[in-house]
């Protein structure tokens, strides 16, 4: 059983006259750079654009990081046998961001890939690590914000 907090509807959306997006607001022309007047940003352009469909206005709600948004109390929610919807839907109508989709985030909500996005690992020139079972017993540095994370600490 799955407890879904959603954003409001497109009908909503169009009464109210605005869109609410959730965007990081980091140093990358990929994501969103409020202060940039001619390239704010690929995510923010596209809600941009979206909105300016929508004939409503854009509105920005920004989000430190989106690492909370997939806990709840600490807890990791996608490990949780009844998973919810992050909280942040019920902030946003859409989320205008790069986040990794993987098959337990889109079991909770709906992520639509739009840019090919990659995770890599690098290591020193002298170690063969062609999957994660040859990084067994080695060493690792890493952050837990990363996707793979936790698929490293599994194996």
Not at 8 to 15: Q, S, V, Y
Not at 36 to 48: D, I, M, N, Q, W
């Amino acid at each position: 059983m799955f407890s879904f907090i959603s954003g409001r509807d497109l009908k909503e959306i169009l009464d109210s006259g605005y869109l609410i997006i959730g965007i990081r607001n980091i140093p990358s022309e990929t994501i969103y750079l409020p202060d940039s007047v001619g390239r704010p940003g690929f995510c923010y352009e596209l809600a941009k654009i979206y909105a300016d469909y929508l004939n409503v206005e854009l509105k920005i709600h920004i989000v430190d990081s989106f690492v909370d948004y997939w806990t709840k109390n600490g807890e990791i929610v996608l490990k949780k046998e009844h998973a919810e919807t992050p909280d942040i839907y019920g902030k946003v109508d859409v989320v205008a961001d790069i986040i990794t989709v993987t098959p337990e985030r889109k079991k909770i909500v709906n992520m639509i890939p739009f840019i090919e996005n990659a995770e890599i690992l690098y290591a020193r020139k002298d170690i063969e690590a062609q999957d994660f079972n040859d990084l067994k017993g080695k060493k690792i540095i890493t952050g837990e914000a990363f996707n793979f994370y936790y698929s490293l600490i599994k194996n």
